[in-house]
């Protein structure tokens, strides 16, 4: 016999925020943007608020809560050198800050790690930083039926324990396209979020960074939040009419780095967990930064990565062999 669900038995819930408007809790949230834009620093200031039981950006002074903890887990920036002292400089009590080790063992989504270090510390936001970094070796983003099991797996995650799980994923290079269309991989990524928000400069010499909500399922768009940064600490100042769509248009031809450097910087980061990983989904990572075959390859080369047939035919690059270091997060 199946196993059915009566709807008249299921008690109405009022949706969770951990962040009103913008990171729902128990759900999935994806924060987007180009590298450099300030989207980690954008986590520092939002857990050092956490963590110290402050308002967040856009609620009333006076909204205060308890601290709660939090878990970040980076694949590109160093714990000791980068992400204390972004933490520092903002204020967070970093008692209430965790990281799990991945010295020996590399996360991934379908990793046990993370349910258990959420319900460990009683953590209320997990972070991934960047996304692809742990999506799992051999699975190819690009392709719905692989990334839809591990996205489902980490939906799971955050509904059973109540903690807002945020992926923070570098935009592709399809201009012209709706800002719903400009995150890496099959659009099941994008689907899979209840919560999809925009970091971007209008231009990218100016001071300010805006924070535009691109997909809500669970409330109308919240405004678009205006930062500055400095000294490692960003500062709300205020909100702008500006939508996703529009803030996209407004930076066509800002960003023009050249393809090599992007290329290498890509790669770095799919390679960051010490796993190989399909060649396919890295010249598919690098297609949609507008990236060919030939610099991708050339990049591999200049990085020492290696490669591998697989039984099925298939190519997979190899990370390159080096001891992995990682700090604790405490003192």
Same mark, same amino acid.
């Given at each position: 016999?199946?196993?059915?669900?009566?709807?008249?038995?299921?008690?109405?819930?009022?949706?969770?925020?951990?962040?009103?408007?913008?990171?729902?809790?128990?759900?999935?949230?994806?924060?987007?943007?180009?590298?450099?834009?300030?989207?980690?620093?954008?986590?520092?200031?939002?857990?050092?608020?956490?963590?110290?039981?402050?308002?967040?950006?856009?609620?009333?002074?006076? #909204?205060?809560?308890?601290?709660?903890?939090?878990?970040?887990?980076?694949?590109?920036?160093? *714990?000791?050198?980068?992400?204390?002292?972004?933490?520092?400089?903002?204020?967070?009590?970093?008692?209430?800050?965790?990281?799990?080790?991945?010295?020996?063992?590399?996360?991934?989504?379908?990793?046990?790690?993370?349910?258990? #270090?959420?319900?460990?510390?009683?953590?209320?936001?997990?972070?991934?930083?960047?996304?692809?970094?742990?999506?799992?070796?051999?699975?190819?983003?690009?392709?719905?039926?692989?990334?839809?099991?591990?996205?489902?797996?980490?939906?799971?995650? #955050?509904?059973?324990?109540?903690?807002?799980?945020? *992926?923070?994923?570098?935009?592709?290079?399809?201009?012209?396209?709706?800002?719903?269309?400009?995150?890496?991989? !099959?659009?099941?990524?994008?689907?899979?979020?209840?919560?999809?928000? *925009?970091?971007?400069?209008?231009?990218?010499?100016?001071?300010?960074?805006?924070?535009?909500?691109?997909? !809500?399922?669970?409330?109308?768009?919240?405004?678009?939040?205006?930062?500055?940064?400095?000294?490692?600490?960003?500062?709300?100042?205020?909100?702008?009419?500006?939508?996703?769509?529009?803030?996209?248009?407004?930076?066509?031809?800002?960003?023009?780095?050249?393809?090599?450097?992007?290329?290498?910087?890509?790669?770095?980061?799919?390679?960051?967990?010490?796993?190989?990983?399909?060649? !396919?989904?890295?010249?598919?990572?690098?297609?949609?930064?507008?990236?060919?075959?030939?610099?991708?390859?050339?990049?591999?080369?200049?990085?020492?990565?290696?490669?591998?047939?697989?039984?099925?035919? !298939?190519?997979?690059?190899?990370?390159?062999?080096?001891?992995?270091?990682?700090?604790?997060?405490?003192?």
């Amino acid at each position: 016999m199946n196993d059915l669900i009566n709807m008249n038995d299921v008690v109405t819930e009022e949706v969770a925020w951990l962040w009103p408007g913008y990171i729902p809790a128990g759900k999935l949230t994806i924060v987007r943007g180009n590298p450099g834009e300030g989207k980690t620093m954008l986590m520092m200031h939002v857990i050092s608020r956490l963590t110290q039981g402050r308002p967040l950006p856009g609620e009333p002074d006076d #909204a205060f809560r308890d601290p709660v903890n939090c878990i970040y887990q980076t694949a590109e920036d160093g *714990l000791g050198d980068t992400i204390k002292p972004r933490l520092e400089a903002n204020g967070a009590d970093c008692s209430r800050v965790f990281v799990i080790d991945e010295t020996k063992d590399p996360l991934s989504f379908s990793d046990e790690r993370i349910e258990a #270090a959420i319900r460990e510390t009683k953590a209320k936001l997990f972070i991934l930083d960047p996304l692809q970094a742990y999506l799992g070796a051999g699975v190819d983003m690009y392709r719905a039926n692989e990334v839809r099991p591990q996205f489902h797996t980490l939906k799971v995650i #955050a509904e059973r324990t109540g903690c807002a799980i945020v *992926l923070i994923e570098h935009l592709n290079k399809m201009k012209g396209m709706k800002a719903i269309s400009r995150g890496l991989g !099959s659009m099941d990524i994008t689907g899979a979020a209840r919560s999809v928000l *925009l970091l971007a400069k209008p231009k990218a010499k100016d001071p300010e960074v805006y924070l535009a909500p691109v997909k !809500s399922n669970l409330t109308a768009l919240s405004p678009t939040l205006v930062f500055t940064v400095e000294d490692n600490r960003m500062f709300l100042e205020g909100t702008s009419d500006m939508t996703a769509d529009e803030l996209l248009e407004s930076t066509k031809g800002e960003y023009k780095k050249t393809k090599l450097p992007l290329a290498e910087e890509l790669i770095s980061g799919l390679m960051a967990l010490g796993k190989e990983v399909s060649a !396919s989904s890295v010249y598919g990572l690098l297609k949609a930064h507008g990236i060919s075959e030939r610099t991708a390859n050339e990049a591999k080369k200049n990085l020492g990565i290696d490669s591998k047939k697989q039984k099925d035919g !298939s190519w997979a690059w190899l990370p390159p062999k080096r001891e992995t270091e990682q700090l604790s997060i405490q003192d």
